[in-house]
């Protein structure tokens, strides 16, 4: 925790540089919203809503059932699920155990999520009741410490009348029959009363979630987050987020007690959403949106699209593709989106034409963000308003947090304004390491003045006006005849193109200068181009080093789960070919 000022004269106004008061279990957040607004909507999912007490009353005979599975203090228990509204219920009872939750990736394959459950050493694993995702889970358990599996179906989490009619004509998903001893979710709530065990957390050293990440780079690892990580970063995000509370007002800090609504379109396995969406939405009594599936209907993302017409949300976390996809539906000015007030995007280097684009379309304002899985995951923020915003920038440290940029080569030195170097991260938001792994630990700390500081393995600068910006990712930095070139600098040119709706860089191997530039294009709906009409624009645009000496037209681009375009999967496509 730092207590020094960040050295800015756009520092958000009102906005404490500190904070304190949040050293406690994350489950508080669940139990103090469960007393103070007992009937306000939690989760809303399909036309039916839980309340705060309600989802409190669950996760607290989740946590009776565990305990009596012998389940306690540092045992782990996988979440299995996508946006589900037994996911807050089950993820809070765990904690409430005292056990560490592990969150999957529910479009894993049977073997990826076995290693998984074999390197955590999960005892027991939450899925659901669905012809692909449990039969995955069967398979995947084998061989692992599993011994209990806790099926979920969502009939009884619909209204009465959806789930007769979807039960009647077959629409409920559900798996064809269940293995013997795999215990039905509605029936631990049946049988299991309403009082969680007694447990003594120590918030700053007992892992509360277990996030793998890495898998984009090589082996995934466990990170060990910390009740204190997750509740820190919930906590700095409240001070430091300033929004208006309605059209036309001026931006102050979100209001508590229901009047905003989240909507959940970031997957809640991974660390973005857990903390902007799911985490924040419980800190502060608000309502929180399930979206299990962003891109169903047709086309993609139509459902979500009718959810915020429907429902209202005024918040909106999400990754830069997300507001490429709303920016670009067909059918877009068939909804109104006018109830969205704040956009919180991270994951990605946010493109600034997408952002024009979007908050042109909605009236509403994207604030970036930066973070990691390993930071819980975030740790920095653009100013909330669009006088101090600074568009391409990730804006400042979160109060308590300090960022400085270090030496490539020797990361114990700390480099002046302007100059690029590794963004390294000092803050309560910073994991306790990498579960079994203190080969990856060493790589990934380093000490400076008594601090410990995460190396990012991103590249970026502070400018003359104090904020940080992102040059790109160490790993995909090309190297043209000499000379650094950046994917982010070469994509947020061709998002100004008008027919480019998606797009990816990478360097491929160049006998001459190293490396060239390939680019990878996915053009906007009836949009036709060229390679030389792509090449010429960019010529117009920007310096002969950076530009694509080639260009792919994909109807398609490889994004992962949470939205963040995998230049690693196209650079592996080269190399084979």
């Known amino acids: 925790m730092t207590d020094q000022a960040w050295k800015t004269a756009f520092w958000p106004e009102g906005v404490a540089h500190t904070i304190k008061d949040y050293n406690f279990p994350i489950f508080k957040f669940l139990d103090d919203s469960a007393k103070n607004f007992p009937d306000n909507v939690f989760t809303i999912f399909n036309g039916a809503f839980k309340t705060f007490a309600q989802v409190n009353d669950t996760a607290n005979r989740i946590a009776n059932f565990l305990a009596s599975k012998k389940i306690g203090k540092g045992d782990k228990v996988a979440i299995f699920l996508p946006n589900l509204p037994q996911f807050p219920e089950i993820l809070f ?5 005292g056990a560490v939750a592990v969150n999957c990736n529910p479009v894993y394959t049977p073997a990826e999520l076995n290693l998984q459950l074999k390197d955590s050493e999960s005892k027991m694993v939450f899925c659901m009741d669905h012809a692909l995702f449990y039969p995955n889970t069967v398979k995947a358990i084998k061989g692992t ?23 009647l004509l077959g629409k409920i998903p559900k798996a064809d029959g269940h293995e013997p001893g795999h215990v039905m979710f509605d029936d631990i709530v049946d049988r299991f009363k309403p009082i969680a065990p007694h447990v003594v957390i120590d918030p700053e050293n007992d892992t509360a979630v277990m996030l793998y990440t890495g898998g984009t780079t090589g082996v995934p690892k466990g990170a060990e987050l910390t009740h204190t990580n997750f509740t820190y970063d919930v906590m700095a995000g409240f001070e430091y987020i300033r929004i208006s509370q309605g059209k036309g007002k001026p931006p102050e800090k979100i209001y508590m007690g229901g009047f905003h609504t989240y909507l959940g379109v970031l997957p809640w396995y991974h660390s973005f959403g857990i903390t902007v969406a799911l985490l924040s939405a419980a800190m502060s009594g608000s309502s929180l949106i399930c979206v299990p599936d962003p891109r169903a209907g047709n086309p993609p993302f139509t459902e979500v699209l009718k959810a915020v017409q429907k429902y209202k949300p005024t918040i909106m976390p999400a990754v830069p593709t997300i507001f490429v996809a709303f920016t670009n539906h067909a059918l877009l000015n068939n909804y109104d989106l006018s109830s969205i007030m704040g956009c919180f995007s991270g994951g990605a280097p946010l493109p600034p034409e997408v952002c024009r684009q979007f908050e042109e379309k909605t009236g509403s304002i994207i604030f ?52 690029d170097g590794e963004i390294a991260i000092c803050g309560p938001q910073v994991m306790k390491g990498y579960w079994k792994r203190p080969d990856a630990n060493e790589e990934v700390f380093t000490y400076i003045d008594g601090k410990r500081y995460f190396l990012t393995g991103d590249i970026g600068h502070i400018d003359d006006e104090g904020y940080i910006l992102i040059t790109d990712r160490k790993k995909d930095m090309i190297i043209v005849g000499g000379f650094n070139v950046y994917p982010r600098d070469v994509e947020d040119i061709l998002y100004t193109h008008p027919k480019v709706e998606l ?22 709906q009836g949009e036709t181009s060229s390679q030389d009409e792509i090449i010429d624009f960019c010529r117009e645009n920007m310096a002969g080093y950076k530009r694509p000496r080639s260009v792919e037209f994909r109807d398609e681009i490889p994004v992962s789960n949470i939205g963040k375009v995998l230049r690693r999967v196209l650079r592996d496509e080269e190399m084979a070919i």
């Open 368 to 419: 970036e963000g930066y973070g990691l899985t390993e930071t819980a995951p975030v740790a920095s923020v653009n100013p909330t308003n669009k006088e101090a915003r600074k568009i391409g920038s990730i804006g400042f440290p979160l109060p308590g947090t300090d960022i400085k940029i270090l030496n490539l080569i020797d990361p114990t030195k700390e480099l002046q304004k302007g100059e």
């Open 503 to 524: 797009c990816a860089v990478i360097g491929i191997p160049d006998e001459k200068s190293g490396e060239k530039v390939k680019a990878f294009l996915k053009l906007k």
């Open 93 to 97: 009872g765990i904690l409430k155990a």
């Open 145 to 167: 410490q599993v011994e209990t599996v806790v099926v979920c179906n969502i009939k009884s989490y619909l209204p009465k009348f959806k789930a007769f009619l979807g039960g």
